[in-house]
Nanobody, 122 residues
Framework: VQLQASGGGLVHAGDSLRLSCAAS???????MGWFRQGPGEEREFVAA????????YYADSVKGRFTISRDYAKNTVYLQMNSLKADDTATYYC?????????????????WGQGTLVTVSS
């Protein structure tokens, strides 16, 4: 399994970005998640989606602003980020879940992408 995250960049507060996670290998029937890690901080959960696409879960800090989705034909998971804040500045990682549940801890994910940097200027 290989995961390639992209779409990060430098934006202003209030702007939007869409991150993509292109997957190769077995991911279509797995939970996929997004995490982020700021400088000197621990990796934190952002959002996750089940393989059916109907079940999603979000961190409280992004609920209502971020949307996770997946395109099975392209084997890609997206994170649409709206109303970005300076606090959203971090490197964002996509990951494949170990099991069928919407995990929120990094240990519940087994394959990780390389990360894409999002910088939000206030």
């Amino acid at each position: 399994v290989q995961l390639q995250a992209s779409g990060g960049g430098l934006v202003h507060a209030g702007d939007s970005l869409r991150l993509s996670c292109a997957a190769s290998g077995r991911t279509s029937r797995y939970v996929m998640g997004w995490f982020r890690q700021g400088p000197g901080e621990e990796r934190e959960f952002v959002a996750a989606i089940k393989w059916g696409g109907d079940n999603t879960y979000y961190a409280d800090s992004v609920k209502g602003r971020f949307t996770i989705s997946r395109d099975y034909a392209k084997n890609t998971v997206y994170l649409q980020m709206n109303s970005l804040k300076a606090d959203d500045t971090a490197t964002y990682y996509c990951a494949r879940g170990r099991g069928g549940w919407l995990g929120t801890r990094p240990a519940e994910y087994d394959f990780w992408g390389q990360g894409t940097l999002v910088t939000v200027s206030s």
